[in-house]
């Protein structure tokens, strides 16, 4: 009796699975998952979609072109800066003025390119007025955008430039100077800070320590390739 019993209760099971998903050879959770992995790309655009009409804080009274940032997926950095500047608010594009050019010569001293293996965003996607720094209530209503880009993208180490950056990825009050030298935790990812490409073309003395950042910055992408 009691087997008969175990026999109907399969055979329910199995109508109820046929009602549900019908004959199919890929069960549709393994179908959702692979969508899932399929559209990384797609949940990236839509933040930038989102970012191009967000209304969330002040700044976005007088952006030209807000300013997602771009790069790869999977980049083997994330580069976090603060906010626009007059040329990225001019063309919706991150870092392609002169403190860009000079980011530029750092990823390439450590073999690192913008285009090949990296992505670049900031705190503010949206140009604060006379570059002054962003509010905390301004990076505070942006954040999530950034939190989100992280997880899609899944970089393999963070480098945050410049003193806001830092401090808010890294969770302390601390200045630059401070932060700068070690290796912190992002969630999951490490994470190191250097001083802003600005504050380093206004300051030279500065070059050595941020030398000493990216090969840092190197040494942990290495151990992790
Ligand atoms: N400075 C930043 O912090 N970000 C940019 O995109 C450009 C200049
Ligand atoms: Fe929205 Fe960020 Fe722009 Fe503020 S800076 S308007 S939160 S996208």
Request: charged letters at 30%; a positive charge; glycine letters at 8%.
């Amino acid at each position: 009796m009691k087997n008969y019993k175990k026999t109907f209760w399969n055979i329910l099971n199995l109508i109820e699975d046929y009602e549900r998903y019908g004959f199919e050879d890929v069960h549709p959770e393994a179908e959702f998952n692979e969508e899932k992995k399929k559209s990384r790309e797609e949940l990236l655009s839509d933040i930038s979609t989102e970012v191009k009409k967000c209304t969330l804080c002040v700044l976005s009274k007088n952006r030209k072109n807000p300013v997602p940032g771009e790069g790869i997926l999977d980049p083997l950095v994330m580069i976090i800066g603060e906010g626009p500047g007059a040329e990225e608010d001019r063309t919706g594009k991150p870092f392609i003025g002169r403190a860009g050019k000079y980011l530029d010569k750092w990823l390439e001293a450590i073999k690192l390119s913008r285009n090949e293996n990296c992505f670049i965003g900031n705190i503010v996607k949206c140009r604060p007025p006379n570059n002054r720094d962003p509010k905390p209530e301004e990076s505070f209503a942006c954040f999530p955008y950034l939190e989100r880009q992280i997880d899609i993208l899944k970089p393999k180490v963070i480098l945050t430039v410049g003193r806001i950056s830092s401090q808010i990825m890294t969770g302390r009050s601390l200045g630059i100077g401070a932060l700068r030298g070690k290796i912190y935790r992002y969630k999951d990812t490490p994470l190191v800070t250097t001083y802003h490409p600005s504050g380093v073309l206004r300051n030279p003395a500065l070059r050595p320590r941020v030398w000493d950042d990216l090969r840092l910055l190197r040494t942990v992408i290495d151990e992790r390739m």
